[in-house]
T-cell receptor, first 116, second 118 residues
Framework: AQSVAQPEDQVNVAEGNPLTVKCTYSVSGNPYLFWYVQYPNRGLQFLLKYITGDNLVKGSYGFEAEFNKSQTSFHLKKPSALVSDSALYFCAVRDIGAGGYQKVTFGTGTKLQVIP | GAVVSQHPSRVICKSGTSVKIECRSLDFQATTMFWYRQFPKKSLMLMATSNEGSKATYEQGVEKDKFLINHASLTLSTLTVTSAHPEDSSFYIC??????????????FGPGTRLTVT
């Protein structure tokens, strides 16, 4: 099975500073990777994806992620954090579920706290 | 576009009763819908994959008879928690894939339903 790991339960960053939320992956074949964000008591919102092409992927709300094959990483980044970016961030990977259906497997999530 | 709704947003039920949660794709037809359960420490667990007109495919360890999933139309899937127990209390989230996405595998998520079993 494919999997992603998010090594940090929480990341704190000061407003205006750059932020990084880490994700590493373990896949067989070509990885299809995603980042989602979840605000309190809300469903998940899609931020960006990597399927093929440029290693730097740009997404919603000024976020970007860098695909690094040699380090098997797909870290989420933003040049300047906003207080409103405070949320739960999930890295995810395309996987195959029971019965052979395509599915997405999520990491355990990283809580981002942006401090004013 | 690509909006998914869930109803109810919150529900409290007594132990032993059943509760139904609806998931609707509002502006697209979803051939595949997914049901997740989110535990208090954040992890998101896929419970089952629901395909319109066929039986749901459950992930390992998920009780089929307890969590009944019906995908009756291209815009509606329901999750019924039968004989609910307090340990079923959780945040249940559905998602849907729009057709024609090819290999993008983007999913559109509902806002979630908070179930509390007393």
């Amino acid at each position: 099975a494919q999997s992603v790991a998010q090594p940090e339960d929480q990341v704190n960053v000061a407003e205006g500073n750059p932020l990084t939320v880490k994700c590493t992956y373990s896949v067989s074949g070509n990885p299809y990777l995603f980042w989602y964000v979840q605000y309190p008591n809300r469903g998940l919102q899609f931020l960006l994806k990597y399927i093929t092409g440029d290693n730097l992927v740009k997404g919603s709300y000024g976020f970007e992620a860098e695909f690094n094959k040699s380090q098997t990483s797909f870290h989420l980044k933003k040049p300047s954090a906003l207080v409103s970016d405070s949320a739960l961030y999930f890295c995810a990977v395309r996987d195959i579920g029971a019965g052979g259906y395509q599915k997405v497997t999520f990491g355990t999530g990283t809580k981002l706290q942006v401090i004013p | 576009g690509a909006v998914v709704s869930q109803h109810p947003s919150r529900v409290i039920c007594k132990s032993g009763t059943s509760v139904k949660i609806e998931c609707r794709s509002l502006d697209f037809q979803a051939t595949t819908m997914f049901w997740y359960r989110q535990f208090p420490k954040k992890s998101l667990m896929l419970m089952a994959t629901s395909n319109e007109g066929s039986k749901a495919t459950y992930e390992q360890g998920v009780e089929k008879d307890k969590f009944l999933i019906n995908h009756a139309s291209l815009t509606l899937s329901t999750l019924t928690v039968t004989s609910a127990h307090p340990e079923d209390s959780s945040f249940y989230i559905c998602s849907a894939r729009a057709p024609g996405q090819g290999n993008s595998y983007e999913q559109y998520f509902g806002p979630g339903t908070r179930l509390t079993v007393t």
